[in-house]
């Protein structure tokens, strides 16, 4: 029973929080996508605490030495799977997948 509480008491007052993609410091040109185009995709898990949080695109595509100028197509998703939704019933702790969708000259 005590188990029962502390669970609805977790699933009643864990917070939400927010995940921004920030594109400052990544320079790309605007350029509607193409469907035919042949995307690559990369995945990422972010997981906060506590507080809002932006993410630098440009060092994210750095950490995969990839760079802001060569992509020509992006767009990104983010995505809440089974595993993201248990870590985010922790009070103050969130967790998302961000998936970018690119094409790399």
């Known amino acids: 029973m005590k188990f029962f509480a502390i669970l ?20 790309t040109t605007g ?3 193409e469907t035919s185009a042949n995307y690559l ?10 507080l809002s949080q932006d993410l630098s695109l440009e060092k ?3 950490s995969r030495k990839l760079s802001c100028r060569k992509i020509k197509y992006i767009n990104y998703t983010w995505k809440q799977g089974p595993i993201d939704s248990l870590v985010s019933i922790l009070p103050f702790v969130n967790q998302k997948t961000l998936v970018l969708n690119y094409v790399y000259e």
């Open 31 to 33: 350029l509607y996508s």
């Open 41 to 50: 995709v990369l995945k990422k898990t972010i997981t906060t605490y506590g």
């Open 8 to 27: 609805l008491s977790l699933l009643l007052f864990s917070c939400t929080h927010t995940i921004k993609v920030n594109t400052k410091g990544c320079n």
């Open 60 to 62: 994210l595509l750095e």
